[in-house]
């Protein structure tokens, strides 16, 4: 058994693709980028998704928790480029310095935090493809998406990304769904957003040239809807692994998806506290764009920053007393849910028609996952 500390010393694989290779090679696992990225598109031959080992609905759900975990990768490593930390664990960008600290008015550890999401990311992306591929079963490759532009800003690498994080809708309901003690979006309930107008239109979450350094109101703004998108993201982690976890048949694949959830609600738990701290201006290339003190506007329980424990609400029942939950936890088609949510933020905005329908399918097939005996 390895423990914390020499896990941690071994660091990361500086490139995941040498890494993957070697560990398919190792287990004998062809790559489902291999079998499905033909002329033939978007028609996929699903028949030709191996599951080795694992069962098949198993199989699919950790291939799109894969894709999943890509994706944030991907999205996390232009965050750190250009607001985190640089270095060997989490390698490619030089930094913004003025990003990172108009950043900084969130929390002075934001870079490091933002490094540490990144890494975690990565580890998740890289540990569930090795895994497949220790069973025999297909993984999950989408570096033919990686098509969509950097940011221009310095301090960024100018290589093609598969998430676009310059022209986002930040969906922000969560800030109020975990609020609210009566309320629960399994029931159908709906939130208000913290930020409606950061809902609406596009707006960069980082500098996408050098002019959005200034004025410092602006880049604070791009910071801000950076902090408020940090939790955007990690509560929909936080709600996507208990949620799938209800379909998994196998012990082991069940510990997986048991041990990487939390880790999601980790990060999400950090990021509320520091959205909370985004200081409340409105944007002056963009008037529409309001961060309020949510404090006093619109205020009380469902608004107040400091509130950041999940506030008990209703669960499974309403003749059952109130729970402290992750929210939502609903199983069915929560894969497809998962990518219409994202896809509705813009973080796909540019991407290939081929992009979506192999998502489709991924989540189709995570989706049509069972629980055996269920
Ligand atoms: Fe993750
Ligand atoms: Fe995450």
Redesign the pocket.
Known sequence: MRSPIQAHSIGLPTDRRSFLKKGVATAGAATVSSGLFGKALPVFPKEDERSGKLRKGDAAILRFLAAAEIL?TDLWQQYNELGGIQDSEVPGGSGSPLYTAALAQLDSDMAQYIHD?TE??LTHEVFINAYLASKGADIVDLDKFRTLPSSKASGAQQIGRLTNLMQLSVDTTWWTRYRSGTKNPDFGDTFPQAVPTLAVGHHPAIPRTDADLSPSDHLQAIANTAGFHFGT??QG?TSLYPSVAQRVSNVEVLRIVLSIGPT?AM?FQTWQDKAGNAPALTDPTDPTLVFPNLNTTPGGEDFQTNLIMPEPTVFLSHDLPACSIVRPTNTKGVAMGALQFLTASGLFLGQSKEFFAFLRDLAEDADDARREGD
């Open positions: 944030e999401n975690d990311e993201i990690e982690g999601e990060h």
